[in-house]
Structures are given as structure tokens and as C-alpha cells.
């Protein structure tokens, strides 16, 4: 007998949660990452939980209808990672005719008509906050209601609740190779231990690497694949609303400019095609200047590639070849005649992820029995609340532990939710949790992230499961790797 019904390979969004929802039907699952949870393409999305205007302009209504049912979804079983926001889209009429706008978000609010979530506006920004970091002569926008989420909290609560649910979670665990016979066989290098797992049913999650695994590594057919990667660049704060701006620049391309981390704002996106290691991937000059003119041409506040003080950027593969990307990613099942299965997985929308693993789980249903459909109704882990309790929540954990200010009670019920409890426990003041790393950071919460969350190195934890580390002093972050070091 195998050793589990299905071995995934790959620990981004995609290979999480097709984790999380295989084992919850049951199956018996085994995830194997080379490196971090979420460090590939996943911590680069634009976090946005959407259903993409851009689309509504290419007519794509049933995508876009569909992607903002997932928005539900994701307020539903994500309460603390996922936050309703106002989108705001200054009128440019060089850009697009404000009256198409306008019809494009009554459009919007009526795909969108079961959401609970403001109807989109016309705002006059002379006298709102939104017109505040704006140049004149911009006189409207448009405001609309959609989400934005942190897309790699949203990964490691996947493989928490796969845990949770009876999945194997192995990082720094890389496939080398795989024979396919009555089971897959898979040799991994597992933190430096040579294994072999076998499985009866293979998933190939491997984002960028996706062709060169089945090439190299499963030996089947390789997909004819591109290589597309995303810039997004960071800077301090450029408006203080809360809000996120979409810019319309002039080359028709939509930019968005969100709030990131309190004190930050993320400026993005741009993708085109990338060639090299998918491991080394960085934002090149022209770029970062294309995203600085893009935000110069709306904000007040003039900004330049010395203010850049991070890069978020990611590849993934793309079907067409010329780097164009399939903005759905790609979901196929090999199984032809008798060979075991094979599904390949990659790409697509952080908004679309849930839907996406649960249609690639499904295909196994012929090969195994298994129980129904059920990740769009369970909360994730910490999320056992209504969306619209969150500011209650934060509220009651200022209650419970009076060392915490506002916006650090704000972090941490957004990041772990109601599980905020299992690191504060009954903590009645800051240095009950261990030494101080930064203003935010204890080691409380360090270790909760090591035995529960698989932190292995500073970076899982100061970019990945938070983004402390736009803040953190480097003593602080040495203080923090010899903690991890002699914890681990
Ligand atoms: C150009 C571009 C545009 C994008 N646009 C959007 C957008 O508009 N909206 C949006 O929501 N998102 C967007 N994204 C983000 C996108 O949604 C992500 O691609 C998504 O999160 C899915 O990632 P993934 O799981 O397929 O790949 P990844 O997150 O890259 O995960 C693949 C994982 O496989 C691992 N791996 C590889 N080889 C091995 C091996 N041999 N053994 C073990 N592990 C291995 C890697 O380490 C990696 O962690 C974009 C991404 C790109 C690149």
C-alpha cells in the first residue's frame, strides 16, 4: 500500500490548498516544499481578494461574477487575513470617459449584489479624504467596495489547517525525482535526509518550476510553458486614507496603489515575460521608475527609486509561451489509460485558489472515495468569526491584555484571529512574553510561529508570517536569528 493518496509538490497557494481540501475529504496527504511556505510567486500577489475591473472591461462577466462569489467566500472563512476596503479610481478622462467608469461599477455592484459590502460612488475629492494625497486638478473619483487580504498568511493558514486536518507539512523538503508506476515514488531531500514516499496520486505545484519538474524530475511530457514574473515596489506611506487607489495610467494598464503594513504603501502591479532562475528573481531599474511615474502622475507627494525600500516580486509559469499570463492559471489531470494520476497545477488569482485546488481535488473523486465539497464553508484556522466583527474582536483582545496598544492588537487579530489567545495566553504585561525583537515581535509569538506555523529562519517570520522586517532594527534582527537558532 502507498504511503498517502496524494503527495503535492510545491507549498504555494495553489499546492496549500489543494492540501487543505484533499485532507479534508479524507485522503491521506503528504506536501512537499523546497523552501518556505509561500515563498515563491504566492507572497508576491497583489493582494487583492477581487473580481477585477480590469476583467469587467473585457467583457469577462462570468469571471467576474464568479471571482466576487469567491469574495464572499473568502470574507466568510478568512475574517481576520481578508479586509473589505474602499477602492477609489480617480476620473481621468484621457484615460477612460468617467460616464464608462461609472457604468462599468454599476455594473460591478450588481455581480457583486450579495456581498453585504458598500455600492460603488461618485466621491467629490475636493472635500474627501481620499483627495487629500491626490494632485489637482482631479475633481471625482469613483469609489468601489473590494478586498485585499496577505496573501502568505493566507498560505501557511492552508497548511495549518491541512495539518490540522491529518496533512503531512514538510518544508525545505525538495522532490529530486519520481518514478511513476502502480504509485508514484518519490526520492525527496528532506532537510538533508535522503527519503523515499510513495503516493498514489501525484500533484506538481511547482509554480515557475512547473515545466522543468515534469521534464526533469517526473520525466512526463513537460507543458509548453512561459515564465512571467510580477513587480510590485514598497515605499513609506504616501496617503494616510484608508483606501486603495487605481490609478489608470497611460498606456491603459491599471495600478493600484494600497495601504501595506500601517506606516508603508505597495504600489503595483506589472508582469511580463522573465527568463533565469525562478529562484533569483528581482525588479529591474525601468520598472521601478515605470511604477514611481505611474504614482507621480496622481499623488502630491513625489516619489523615486531612492524611496523604494522594498521590492515584492515573484515568477510563475504562463500558458502562452510569449509570457503572456492565463490570468486563471492552468488545472490539468494526466491519467490516461492506467497511469497513476498526475494533476498539474499553477498560476491564477489569489481570489480563484479555493475554487481551483477544490475542481482539482474533485478530479480524483473517480480514482478514490472520498466525502464532498467543503472548504467554502469552513473558517480557516482563527476564523471563527463574522467579518464584520473584527473591530470587536481587536476591541476584546485590548480588553484581555492591557499591554497591548491599538495597532498592536490590530496585527496580531488580523494575522492568528481568535488563536491570538494560544500566543498571549494569560499574559498580563509584554515581558510575560519573552524578549522583545523590535516594538512587535516577542518570543512568544516567535515560538508559536516555530512549532505551529514550520518558521525556521528569520525571513519565514519577518516577511512571510508578518512584515515585521520593514521595521525591525537590524540588531533586533540578529537578536532574533541567534533566538531561532538556539529554539529550533
Ligand atoms: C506575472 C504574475 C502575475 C500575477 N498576477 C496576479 C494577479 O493579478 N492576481 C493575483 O491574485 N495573483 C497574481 N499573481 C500571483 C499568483 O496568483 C501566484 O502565482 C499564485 O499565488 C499561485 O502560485 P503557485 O502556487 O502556482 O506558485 P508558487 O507560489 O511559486 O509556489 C510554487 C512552489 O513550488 C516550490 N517548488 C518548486 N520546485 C520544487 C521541488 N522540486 N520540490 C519541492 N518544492 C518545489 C517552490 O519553492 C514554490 O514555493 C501573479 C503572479 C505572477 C508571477
Not at 532537510?191 to 515557475?208: E, M
Not at 495601504?259 to 506589472?270: A, K, M, N, S, V
Request: glycine fraction near 8%; include cysteine.
Amino acid at each position: 500500500m502507498a504511503d498517502y493518496d496524494l503527495a503535492i509538490i510545491g507549498g504555494g497557494l495553489n499546492g496549500v490548498c489543494v492540501a487543505r481540501d484533499a485532507a479534508g475529504r479524507g485522503l491521506r496527504v503528504i506536501l512537499l516544499e523546497q523552501g518556505d511556505l509561500g515563498s515563491g510567486a504566492s507572497s508576491a500577489s497583489p493582494r487583492l481578494i477581487h473580481g477585477d475591473l480590469a476583467r469587467l472591461e473585457r467583457r469577462h462577466f462570468l469571471r467576474v461574477h464568479t471571482a466576487l462569489r469567491e469574495r464572499d467566500v473568502w470574507l466568510r472563512i478568512a475574517p481576520h487575513l481578508v479586509r473589505p476596503m474602499s477602492f477609489a479610481v480617480p476620473a481621468h478622462a484621457e484615460a477612460r470617459p468617467p460616464w464608462q467608469l461609472r457604468s462599468w461599477l454599476l455594473l460591478y455592484d450588481r455581480l457583486a449584489s450579495r456581498s453585504g459590502l458598500p455600492a460603488s460612488a461618485t466621491v467629490d475629492v475636493t472635500h474627501h479624504p481620499i483627495g487629500h494625497a491626490l494632485k489637482r486638478p482631479i475633481g471625482t473619483a469613483f469609489e468601489y467596495s473590494d478586498c485585499v487580504v496577505d496573501d502568505s498568511r493566507l498560505v501557511v493558514l492552508h497548511a495549518v489547517d491541512a495539518a490540522a486536518r491529518g496533512a503531512a507539512i514538510h518544508t525545505g523538503a525538495r522532490v529530486t525525482r519520481a518514478e511513476r508506476g502502480d504509485t508514484w515514488r518519490l526520492i525527496v531531500i528532506d532537510r538533508g535526509y535522503r527519503k523515499a514516499i510513495t503516493a498514489r496520486a501525484l500533484v506538481n505545484a511547482t509554480g515557475a518550476w512547473t515545466a522543468s519538474v515534469a521534464d526533469t524530475i517526473l520525466r512526463v511530457p513537460a507543458p509548453q510553458l512561459g515564465t512571467a514574473q510580477i513587480c510590485q515596489v514598497v515605499v513609506r506611506k504616501l496617503f494616510d486614507s484608508d483606501n486603495v487607489y487605481v490609478f489608470q495610467n497611460t498606456d491603459g494598464r491599471l495600478i493600484f496603489a494600497s495601504p501595506y503594513e500601517r506606516d508603508f504603501t505597495l504600489i503595483g502591479t506589472i508582469g511580463h515575460a522573465f527568463t533565469g532562475d525562478p529562484a533569483i528573481v528581482a525588479i529591474g531599474t525601468r520598472d521601478v521608475t515605470y511604477l514611481c511615474e505611474a504614482a507621480n502622475r496622481y499623488f502630491r507627494e513625489p516619489i523615486g527609486g531612492a524611496d523604494v525600500v522594498r521590492m515584492v516580486t515573484g515568477a510563475n509559469s504562463v500558458i502562452s509561451p510569449k509570457g503572456r499570463r492565463e490570468r486563471d492559471g492552468m488545472m490539468r489531470l494526466d491519467a490516461r489509460g492506467r497511469a497513476t494520476p498526475l494533476i498539474t497545477i499553477f498560476g491564477g488569482d489569489v481570489t480563484t485558489a479555493r475554487r481551483r485546488a477544490e475542481k482539482a481535488v474533485s478530479e480524483l473523486t473517480r480514482f478514490y472515495p472520498m466525502s464532498p465539497r467543503w472548504t467554502a464553508t469552513a473558517p480557516l484556522p482563527g476564523g471563527e468569526f463574522a467579518w464584520s466583527r473584527f473591530e470587536t474582536e481587536v476591541d476584546i483582545a485590548c480588553d484581555r491584555w492591557r499591554f497591548l496598544s491599538d495597532e498592536q492588537a490590530r496585527r496580531l487579530v488580523g494575522a492568528y484571529g481568535l488563536n491570538v489567545r494560544d500566543i498571549l495566553g494569560d499574559a498580563k504585561q509584554r515581558s510575560d512574553l519573552g524578549p522583545s525583537f523590535g516594538t512587535e515581535l516577542t518570543g512568544a509569538e516567535v515560538r508559536y510561529l516555530m512549532q505551529k506555523e514550520w518558521a525556521r529562519f528569520p525571513d519565514d517570520v519577518l516577511w512571510r508570517r508578518s512584515k515585521l522586517g520593514l521595521t525591525m532594527p537590524p540588531a533586533d534582527r540578529e537578536r532574533l536569528a541567534v533566538f531561532m537558532a538556539t529554539e529550533s
